[in-house]
């Protein structure tokens, strides 16, 4: 059956082809639209076999700070043996086509379309794709922020069609959120979580928080407010906030508007002078500790 998420697929527009599009990126926010993600932007990674990678955000100073986002693409049979070598980084990872292998200490998963898993620092996982199909994943990827006295969180190995969908208050579950990660878990310094809005469902306030975002449309379209515009999305787009963006979203239909979305949480503001230190991840807990 054909995943319901949208993935890229690379190529190259034709010499016929306009060079208007949505792309944008302002000093509040950035919109990357699908049609730009071509075979010309992709890049590669040490130790990956079969594999290369659209990279849709990075720490960026005096803009979104936090975290790194990519959709991978691994061919049959690539993969790697040594997938992250930062050892501070912790790592989402949410498939949108085909199956992914995944083993972490020793265990074996294999995640589908939906499949979500959380990857600590420091542990130990390979990826490889052993089906026949082209394997299309995201990947979030976070320095991990430690506090003395919390232990660093446990693998997660989930799937978003075996989660209840969490409605937003007073929104009769036209606004709803699959959470992956409990909010109370005071472990964790990132969510990532799926947001649904059925067609007419509104965010019906200019939310602006600290909180960076990355919004990756999984399907559907819609429009958002960021700062002071008002765009148009659809699925395969992204967009990349940074803190304090006012946003807002109408989505009109016809079907569900759906996104992948990051944001950091549940620690104190980092008080260092000058940007470059603000993120600097602390000392963790190993699980032989």
Known sequence: MPSRYFAPTGGHPGQEQLLTDRAVFTEAYAVIPRRTMRDIVTSYLPFWTGTRLWVLSRPLSGFAETFS???????????????????????????????????????????????????????EWTLFNRGSETLRFHWIRKAYVAVDGLDAPDVLILNENDIAPTPMPGTDGKWATTRFVDP??????????????????????????????????????????????????????????????????YAGGPGKFRYLLYKDVNRHMALNSGSASVHRPQRFNSAAE
């Open 184 to 249: 109370a878990d005071m472990r964790h310094d990132m969510h990532v979580t799926i947001v649904t809005f059925e067609p007419g469902a509104v965010i019906p306030f200019l939310e602006t928080h600290v909180m960076e975002h990355g919004l990756y449309v999984l399907e559907g379209k819609a429009v958002y407010r960021l700062n002071n515009d008002w765009v148009e999305v659809e699925a395969g787009d992204y967009m990349w906030l940074r803190a304090f963006c006012p946003q807002a979203c």
């Open 69 to 123: 986002q990519y959709i991978m693409e691994v061919t049959q049979g690539g993969g790697s043996e040594r997938p992250e070598t930062d050892p501070t980084a912790e790592g989402v990872l949410f498939v949108v086509e085909g199956a992914a292998t995944l083993n972490v200490n020793g265990a074996e998963h294999v995640l589908t379309p939906g499949g979500y898993a959380y990857l600590p620092p420091s542990t």
